[in-house]
T-cell receptor, first 111, second 113 residues
Framework: GENVEQHPSTLSVQEGDSAVIKCTYSDSASNYFPWYKQELGKRPQLIIDIRSNVGEKKDQRIAVTLNKTAKHFSLHITETQPEDSAVYFCAASPGGFKTIFGAGTRLFVKA | DVKVTQSSRYLVKRTGEKVFLECVQDMDHENMFWYRQDPGLGLRLIYFSYDVKMKEKGDIPEGYSVSREKKERFSLILESASTNQTSMYLC????????????FGNGTRLTVT
């Protein structure tokens, strides 16, 4: 069935380093790829999204890349800060009401 | 800014009880969703609604039902709570179906003993 695989499940980086989270999706009809950040005890919130007609999108220290041929998309965080510590979820939507989430990546940024 | 409010942050219920989780959104969104969040499993869709009185099953609807009598309110019902329904429940809304971000509530952590 449809699924989204997300790696790594846990990522620990030093403050100022970059962090990369990778996702692979199975449904080739997917055309919308949001990323959500969930801080401890809080709601998931959208941080960036990309549509299938775009290969890369950037917003300050956050960027997302999409390779539709390989069905891969990735989140890149540069110059990480302690407040980036959270769980990050990738997701893929083939349209309709479906949004398939990855299992999440717990990012630790060490000061 | 969209506000999605879940009525309870924490709930403790006994096995066999009927449980109601309430969710209200203030942005006139057509679509509302109930997800269940478990460690290592991400977010899984229980039910969604695209209009008043309309509902569709998600990936894990067994043991749950929903009600949407008003556009802004979407309720999740556990007809007879079981211990395997102990989880974090997240309500969400979205403006459009497909290609539209989800706006989540703060979640209800339900413990069934």
């Amino acid at each position: 069935g449809e699924n989204v695989e997300q790696h790594p499940s846990t990522l620990s980086v030093q403050e100022g380093d970059s962090a990369v989270i990778k996702c692979t999706y199975s449904d080739s009809a997917s055309n919308y790829f949001p990323w959500y950040k969930q801080e401890l005890g809080k709601r998931p919130q959208l941080i960036i999204d990309i549509r299938s007609n775009v290969g890369e999108k950037k917003d300050q220290r956050i960027a997302v890349t999409l390779n539709k041929t390989a069905k891969h998309f990735s989140l890149h965080i540069t110059e990480t800060q302690p407040e980036d510590s959270a769980v990050y979820f990738c997701a893929a939507s083939p349209g309709g009401f479906k949004t398939i989430f990855g299992a999440g990546t717990r990012l630790f940024v060490k000061a | 800014d969209v506000k999605v409010t879940q009525s309870s942050r924490y709930l403790v219920k006994r096995t066999g009880e009927k449980v109601f989780l309430e969710c209200v959104q203030d942005m006139d969104h057509e679509n509302m969703f109930w997800y269940r969040q478990d460690p290592g499993l991400g977010l899984r869709l229980i039910y969604f609604s695209y209009d008043v009185k309309m509902k569709e099953k998600g990936d894990i609807p067994e043991g749950y039902s929903v009600s949407r009598e008003k556009k802004e309110r979407f309720s999740l019902i556990l007809e007879s709570a079981s211990t395997n329904q102990t989880s974090m429940y997240l309500c969400a809304s979205s403006l459009r179906t497909g290609g539209s971000p989800l706006h989540f509530g703060n979640g209800t952590r339900l413990t069934v003993t």
